[in-house]
């Protein structure tokens, strides 16, 4: 069945530095959710990408979605101890399929 | 996310025994679904139900059963449970499908001994 890889599984940076998440497909998705998991709490949607070669931006995350719309990143600049958390991305056509997440941890 | 309540929020309970989890959505949405979450897997789909009486499998449904006679519930029955599915189970909403964020409720954490 379709999947949805994501890597790396962890990162650990010192807060300020960059962070980079990439999720990938081997088939064409519809749409890409990104969701945030903070330690023992539920998934909370980020952001959804629909178009090929879609950009977004929110505060210091940046989301791309690739020109085939079979790969997306997340990208925090400047790390901070509140990004702590686990980021998902989602991904489908007729089902979706969440990649295994990458857990961040920031040490001030 | 308060217009999804998920119950109970822990259960322990022991091999062999069926085990409902409960999930209750106030926003009148059409889509639910179940997720359970393991380490190294992220969230795998069980089951999902486009509205009501309407349901269909998801990535790992085998030992679970849904219902769903009205729009707002969408309960998790595990008929004989069994220690592979201790987990976390996440209930998700969503108004019209897999183009709409996922709200999710707070998760059931299952230990089966």
């Known amino acids: 069945g379709q999947q949805v890889m994501q890597i790396p599984q962890y990162q650990h940076v010192q807060e300020g530095e960059d962070f980079t998440t990439y999720c990938n497909s081997s088939?064409?998705?519809?749409?890409i959710q990104w969701y945030k998991q903070r330690p023992g709490g539920h998934p909370v949607f980020l952001i959804q990408?629909?178009?090929?070669?879609e950009v977004k931006k929110q505060k210091r995350l940046t989301f791309q979605f690739g020109e085939a719309k079979k790969n997306s990143s997340l990208h925090i600049t400047a790390t901070q101890t509140t990004d702590v958390g686990t980021y998902f991305c989602?991904?489908?056509?007729?089902?979706?399929?969440f990649g295994s997440g990458t857990k961040l941890n920031v040490k001030p | 996310d308060a217009g999804i309540t998920q119950s109970p929020r822990y259960k322990i309970t022991e091999t062999g025994r069926q085990v409902t989890l409960m999930c209750h959505q106030t926003?009148?949405?059409?889509?639910m679904f179940w997720y359970r979450q393991d380490l190294g897997h992220g969230l795998r789909l069980i089951y999902y139900?486009?509205?009501?009486?309407?349901?269909d499998k998801g990535e790992v449904p085998d030992g679970y059963v849904v219902s769903r006679s009205k729009t707002e519930n969408f309960p998790l029955t595990l008929e004989s449970a069994t220690r592979s599915q201790t987990s976390v189970y996440f209930c998700?909403?969503?108004?019209?499908?897999?183009?709409?964020?996922?709200?999710f409720g707070d998760g059931t954490r299952l230990s089966i001994l």
């Open positions: 998700a909403s969503t108004l019209t499908g897999n183009n709409q964020p996922q709200h």
């Open positions: 088939t064409t998705l519809s749409n």
């Open positions: 990408l629909v178009k090929s070669g």
């Open positions: 989602a991904g489908g056509f007729n089902k979706f399929y």
């Open positions: 926003w009148s949405h059409s889509y």
């Open positions: 139900s486009a509205a009501a009486d309407i349901t």
